[in-house]
């Protein structure tokens, strides 16, 4: 099992950055955990090139931050690339997160 050290986004909500334009505020928060499945998958896209996907699982220590806003995850920075959290399983004091493709927010 691989270790994970890294950043997690979080959404903090919209705020205006100029009149009319609003803009998701995000905040990142490091965390230490494992690396518990590790799958890459390559789908067939509509464009050019396939679309790369994963379908990894990590398991972090979670702090009362975590706990408290699991519901606002984004993503999660691995490998250089951010990835999209597709689930978070509590299983108290860790969380289980689920990724999935990348992060294009």
């Known amino acids: 099992m691989a270790r994970f050290f890294g950043p997690i986004g979080y959404s903090e909500g919209t705020k205006e950055t100029t009149p009319g334009v609003w803009e998701n505020s995000i905040s990142e928060r490091n965390y230490y955990g494992?690396?518990?499945?590790?799958?890459?998958?390559?789908?067939?896209?509509?464009?050019?090139?396939?679309?790369?996907?994963?379908?990894?699982?990590?398991?972090?220590?979670?702090?009362?931050?975590?706990?408290?806003?699991?519901?606002?995850?984004?993503?999660?920075?691995?490998?250089?690339?951010?990835?999209?959290?597709?689930?978070?399983?509590?299983q108290s004091p860790r969380l289980i997160l689920t990724i999935g493709g990348v992060f294009n927010g």
Request: proline share 0%; hydrophobic share 45%; no cysteine.
């Open 34 to 90: 494992d690396v518990i499945r590790d799958i890459r998958r390559v789908e067939g896209g509509e464009g050019l090139n396939d679309n790369l996907s994963i379908n990894n699982s990590f398991s972090i220590v979670a702090d009362a931050y975590a706990n408290e806003n699991l519901f606002a995850m984004l993503w999660i920075k691995w490998m250089g690339t951010k990835w999209k959290i597709t689930g978070v399983e509590v």
